[in-house]
C-alpha cells in the first residue's frame, strides 16, 4: 500500500518590521526568486466535520490555476509533518469550486461515507496573501523559503473579523527534515549579522481562521503525562524515549508560547512550565552522564523553565495564594498587596514575552528539534529494565529527606517536595513498563501529597516575597504570622499524606 502523500513545514512568526532584511539575508542571495499572490477559501461543515477530525480543506487561487487541498493533523510543534492531498478544483463561474470525486483517494471520502446524512461544505473564512518565494539547496535537499504577507478574513454575524499573516515559512520539496531547521536557524542568526526576530509557531492559517469564526480565545495546549509516553513502549530504548519525550514538550511549549502572544491566560504559562520540567526529568532518568544530549540545549531549557517559572509564581501568588490571606490581614491590606502583585506579575509576564520573541527562544526551539533527530545512540537499555532501578531509587531519596517530617526546616521541606515532584514525572514516564492499576494508585496518592507539599511552598514563596509587595513591616509580620497559623495543620497533611503513600505497594 503507497504511503499518504506528506508534508513537512517548518513556520516562522516574522516581525514585519525585518521583512525587508530578511529578504536581503545572505541564505536567499543567491537562489531564484519569485511572486505570486495567492487566495485560498476553507471549507467545512456547519458542525465542524473536518475540523473535529484534524483536517483542513482548502480550494486556492496561485499562478491563474484553482486547486483543492485536503490536510490532515500530523506531528505537531513548529516542524510540522502533516497528511496533503491536491487536485485540481471545479471551476465555475470563473471561481474555484470543491470537487470532491477528485479527492477520492483521501481520508475524506471515509469520512463522509460514515456519516448517516451527506455532509454539505460551506465556505467558513478566506486567506489572501503576497507569497515571496525562494528555492534553496541545503546538503542535497530542495527548501522552498516563502514570506508571506496578507490576511485572514472571516465574517462573523454582520462584521467582517481581519488577522494580519506575516509569517515564513520552509517547505521541503526534496531531501531530510533537518535541512529545514538548518536554514532557519541560518536565517535567524546570520553569520556576521544581527539575529532576525523570527519566532517558531506551530498554528496554520487553518487553525487561526477557525479560531476567528468561533470567536473563542485559544485554550491552553495540555503537558499531559499522556502525550508524552505515546509513542513509548517498555521496549523503547532510554535514548529514543529521551527524543520522543523532549521533541514532544518542545511542541507544547511552542503552542503555548504562541498563544501568550495574545492571551494573559496563566494556564499557557503553566502547561508550558510543566512540559519543560517532563522534558528535565527525562534527561536526569535517560542521559544521567550527560553523553547524549548537549549540555548547551540543556543550559537553554534550564533558562527557559527559570524564565516561565517567575511568571508562573507571581500567577498564583496573584489568583491564589493572597486570596488566603484575607482572615489574617484583612481586607484593605488585601487589596493593596493583591494590586501590587498584580503589577509585578505584569511585569514577569512582560519578560516573558519578551524571551519568548528573541532569538535565544527560537535557537533553543530549533536546536532541541534538530538533536531529536539525530541518530540513536547504541545504548540497548529498555524502558522495562530500567524503569525499577531508576523508581526505586528516586522513593528512597524523598523517604529518606522525609523523615521527620515535621521537624524539618523550611528549605528540607522544599527538597522534599522537589523529590517527590521528580518521582512523579519518572513514574509518569515509565508507566508505559508498569502495571495499570497499581500505577494509577501510586500515581494518585503522589499527586495528593504534591499538592499539600506545593500548598505549603505557595505560602513560604507568598511570604519571601512580601517585601517586594509591600514596604509595611506590619504586613510582613502579619504575613508570618498567618504563615505560622496554618503551618501546622498543612505539615499533618502533608506527614498523612506520606505514611500512606509508604504502605502503598510500589508498581515497580
Not at 83 to 93: F, N
Not at 215 to 231: C, D, L, M, T, Y
Request: net charge positive.
Amino acid at each position: 500500500m503507497p504511503a499518504a502523500p506528506a508534508e513537512t513545514e517548518l513556520k516562522l512568526q516574522l516581525d514585519p518590521k525585518e521583512v525587508s532584511r530578511l529578504k536581503r539575508s545572505g541564505v536567499l542571495a543567491a537562489a531564484s526568486r519569485s511572486e505570486v499572490d495567492v487566495e485560498n477559501t476553507y471549507y467545512d461543515t456547519s458542525n465542524r466535520l473536518l475540523h473535529r477530525h484534524g483536517m483542513a480543506l482548502r480550494v486556492r487561487k496561485i499562478d491563474g490555476k484553482w486547486l483543492q487541498t485536503l490536510k490532515t493533523g500530523g506531528k505537531g510543534g513548529a516542524l510540522s509533518q502533516r497528511g496533503e492531498w491536491e487536485a485540481p478544483a471545479r471551476v465555475l463561474r470563473g471561481r474555484g469550486r470543491v470537487d470532491l470525486p477528485r479527492l477520492s483517494a483521501s481520508p475524506l471520502t471515509k469520512l463522509f461515507a460514515a456519516q448517516k446524512s451527506r455532509p454539505v461544505l460551506q465556505a467558513l473564512f478566506h486567506t489572501r496573501f503576497r507569497r515571496v518565494r525562494w528555492l534553496v539547496g541545503r546538503d542535497g535537499s530542495a527548501i522552498e523559503v516563502a514570506i508571506d504577507i496578507g490576511e485572514i478574513t472571516a465574517s462573523v454575524g454582520r462584521e467582517t473579523h481581519r488577522v494580519p499573516i506575516c509569517e515564513v515559512e520552509l517547505e521541503l520539496k526534496e531531501g531530510a527534515p533537518a535541512a529545514l531547521i538548518e536554514v532557519a536557524i541560518e536565517l535567524i542568526a546570520p553569520a556576521g549579522g544581527a539575529p532576525l526576530t523570527l519566532t517558531p509557531v506551530s498554528r496554520s492559517k487553518a487553525e487561526r481562521g477557525y479560531q476567528m469564526i468561533d470567536q473563542r480565545p485559544p485554550a491552553a495546549v495540555k503537558a499531559s503525562a499522556k502525550g508524552f509516553v505515546e509513542e513509548l513502549t517498555r521496549k523503547t530504548t532510554t535514548p529514543r524515549a529521551l527524543r520522543a519525550v523532549v521533541a514532544h514538550g518542545l511542541a507544547v511549549l511552542t503552542a503555548n508560547s504562541e498563544l501568550l502572544q495574545q492571551t494573559n491566560d496563566p494556564e499557557c504559562v503553566h502547561q508550558a512550565r510543566v512540559a519543560l520540567r517532563r522534558v528535565r526529568s527525562a534527561i536526569r532518568l535517560f542521559d544521567r552522564d550527560g553523553r547524549d544530549l548537549p549540555k548547551s540545549l540543556a543550559d537553554e531549557l534550564h533558562w527557559m523553565a527559570r524564565v516561565l517559572g517567575e511568571a508562573r509564581d507571581w500567577d498564583v501568588i496573584t489568583d491564589e495564594t493572597l486570596t488566603s490571606l484575607v482572615d489574617g490581614i484583612g481586607a484593605n491590606a488585601l487589596r493593596q498587596l493583591v494590586a501590587k502583585a498584580e503589577q509585578l506579575r505584569q511585569r514577569a509576564r512582560e519578560q516573558l514575552r519578551a524571551a519568548l520573541q528573541s532569538p535565544r527562544y527560537a535557537m533553543l526551539v530549533l536546536g532541541g528539534e534538530k538533536w531529536c533527530m539525530t541518530p540513536v545512540p547504541a545504548d540497548k537499555e529498555l524502558l522495562g529494565a530500567a524503569a525499577s532501578p531508576a523508581l526505586e531509587s528516586g522513593a528512597k531519596k524523598m523517604f529518606k529527606a522525609a523523615r521527620f517530617f515535621s521537624a524539618l526546616a523550611p528549605e528540607r521541606r522544599h527538597q522534599v517536595r522537589i523529590l517527590a515532584k521528580r518521582l512523579r514525572y519518572a513514574l509518569d514516564l515509565f508507566a508505559v513498563a508498569l502495571p495499570k492499576a497499581s500505577t494509577t494508585r501510586y500515581t494518585d496518592a503522589l499527586s495528593e501529597l504534591q499538592d499539600s507539599l506545593g500548598q505549603m511552598n505557595d505560602a513560604s514563596v507568598a511570604v519571601a516575597v512580601s517585601p517586594d509587595l509591600s514596604p509595611s513591616r506590619a504586613i510582613k509580620k502579619l504575613m508570618q504570622k498567618w504563615l505560622l497559623s496554618i503551618e501546622p495543620e498543612r505539615v499533618r497533611d502533608a506527614e498523612m499524606k506520606l505514611l500512606a503513600l509508604s504502605k502503598l505497594q510500589p508498581p515497580w
